[in-house]
């Protein structure tokens, strides 16, 4: 367990030191004042507006870390062999892995956790200008969910996007792979309700859809922006089914990525 | 020095050359801009655009929503077809967030006012209505565009009875939508319904005014009543109410709550408080 902390503490300074998080940071602000001006041109249901905004600046920044800081991260100790320097220690394989993990995803965690507050300071913002307009059953509390499934998504991507460094012999393909299984994951629970619909009786199609489901994340189960936006019911077992499921698929990523970087010829 | 001239002609003519294409290209950019009358991706099935907006599919209807505004602010006079964009846009808008309130009113403010394409306007109104359950100004556009723009009482008269059972409706929807049931020859729903929203309400202001509609509509089914005896009795329908009471068939005619004579129209036997 010490290795895995002291692997992840490395991976975190890597991360500050970075200018990609600094980039990340200037972002949220420059969308933050956005955010406002944005609002501005709506006359009708402005909490929500600001949510839509705010919380989709939490994602894109966060889907940035992954790609522009966190892949490169891990790219770069495989392509220019210095992973040695960590493996030649007595730090295991796995350890290496669940280390860059857990640094990266504390980097995804603080860069979300900023974005949240200064989101929820425009949205705080907003509603004070104009109470009127603003979603009647809108809740603090349906937002932090909304924000905490927000980052296990993230969570979710990273331990994907590990996985792809490990598999692959470039990082140009690890980014193609990461990318297109986020636009899948986005979307394949839609495109399968939207053949269910066109076809009850099923399909070709549609059975493999439902096969691919089994592999790809549904992404889209974390996206709760509208339930945010207008304080939408959230039962909480819905959250805990989520939340559960999340946790296991990532498990499972990050157990297939040990097995594959314990094979992998690192030469 | 020969050089030096040659290389400002050359540099001259690159410069004139690109001020004429970048401003051929703005040009031919206005022109498709017109023609195409809203952003290309508005253009593809809503099922489509909701595929491509991932995870940002608020973002995307706020921003369907901007462009239909700024179509409909871009010219005073609208064409056919640019109303037609901004009824498709507004669609995606719904299609990609049906909760936004601004896409309905937008819409309601704008598209059945400028074109015949009113069952459209319905449709759109009610994914609104449908997701939006706690506001009642969905279901009250919808019952208003059958009402005004459709003639159609009977299904104005249901969409204002549905959207008066939404919290904090105004009784006013209640009684309006009881009143167009009632002229459509449905006094007993009319009368249902207003018992049932008597029940539910709390407020005494509301609960006279809904008494006081419920009253009016009891008298007309009293008259109504006494119409149908009338006719199976003499084969025709009375030249005026006060001969049911000569006629024997009434014992004397309820009072219309609102002070006013009762409006009969002898030819339909219509009955209007």
């Known amino acids: 367990m010490k290795h895995i902390w002291l692997v992840s ?56 870390i992954i790609f522009f800081l966190g892949m490169p991260l891990l790219a770069k100790d495989l392509d220019k062999l210095t992973v040695y320097l960590v493996l030649s220690r007595p730090i295991a394989r796995r350890d290496y892995i669940l280390g860059k993990f857990i640094g990266l995803n504390t980097l995804v965690f603080v860069s979300v956790l900023i974005l949240s507050v200064i989101t929820a300071i425009s949205v705080k913002l907003i509603m004070g200008l104009s109470p009127a307009y603003i979603p009647p059953l809108f809740s603090w509390t349906v937002f932090a969910m909304a924000v905490f499934f927000s980052f296990l998504s993230l969570v979710v991507m990273t331990s994907l996007s590990i996985l792809y460094t490990c ?29 269910k619909q066109a076809n009850p009786e099923g399909s070709l199609t549609l059975s493999l859809l439902s096969a691919a489901s089994w592999i790809f994340p549904n992404l889209s189960a974390f996206d709760r922006k509208t339930s945010a936006a207008y304080g939408l019911d959230f039962h909480w077992s819905t959250f805990g089914i989520t939340t559960a499921y999340a946790v296991s698929y990532t498990l499972l990523v990050l157990f297939i990525t040990v097995l594959v970087f314990n094979r992998r010829e690192l030469t | 020095m020969k050089n030096l001239a040659v290389t400002f002609a050359a540099g001259f003519l690159v410069l004139v050359f690109y001020t004429f294409s970048y401003l051929g290209l703005q040009g031919a950019r206005h022109e498709m801009k017109a023609d195409i009358q809203a952003s290309p991706l ?23 929503v901007m462009e239909a505004g ?71 556009f919808i019952g208003f565009d059958y009402f005004y723009f459709l003639k159609d009482n009977l299904k104005a008269s249901e969409a204002l009875m549905a959207a008066s059972s939404v919290k904090d409706a105004p009784p006013a929807l209640a009684t309006f939508g009881a009143r167009l049931a009632q002229e459509v020859g449905k006094n007993d729903t009319a009368i249902a319904f207003l018992r049932m929203m008597l029940e539910k309400e709390k407020d005494q202001e509301k609960r006279d005014m809904l008494q006081e509609r419920l009253d009016a509509h009891l008298a007309v089914a009293v008259l109504e009543n006494g119409l149908a005896v009338f006719h199976a009795k003499y084969g025709k329908n009375p030249e005026r109410l006060d001969i049911l009471v000569s006629s024997g068939v009434l014992p004397r005619l309820p009072e219309n709550p609102y002070g006013k004579p009762f409006i009969y129209d002898n030819a339909t036997g219509v009955i209007k408080f």
């Open chain 2, 42 to 64: 508005f253009n593809l099935p809503e099922h489509v655009t909701r595929v491509l907006a991932l995870e940002f599919k608020g973002l995307m209807a706020d921003y369907a």
């Open chain 1, 167 to 195: 598999l692959s012999s470039s990082t140009y393909m690890a980014f193609i792979f990461t990318i297109g299984t986020y636009l899948i994951g986005q979307n394949i629970e839609l495109v399968r309700t939207l053949l």
């Open chain 2, 70 to 140: 700024s179509i409909v602010g871009k010219k005073e006079k609208l064409t056919d077809a640019e109303w037609k964009a901004v009824e498709r846009v507004l669609g995606h808008a719904i299609s990609l967030d049906p909760y936004f309130q601004q896409t309905y009113m937008l819409l309601q403010g704008t598209v059945p006012w400028h074109t015949d394409d009113h069952e459209m306007t319905i449709d759109l109104l009610e994914k609104s209505r449908d997701h939006r359950f706690w506001d009642w100004i969905p279901g009250f």
């Open chain 1, 9 to 64: 503490g490395i991976t975190i300074k890597e991360g500050i030191r970075n200018r990609v998080l600094l980039g990340v940071l200037f972002f949220a602000l420059v969308m933050c004042a956005v955010n406002v001006v944005v609002t501005g041109s709506f006359t009708r249901d402005l909490g929500k507006v600001a949510v839509d905004v705010g919380l989709s600046t939490v994602s894109i920044s966060g889907l940035a």
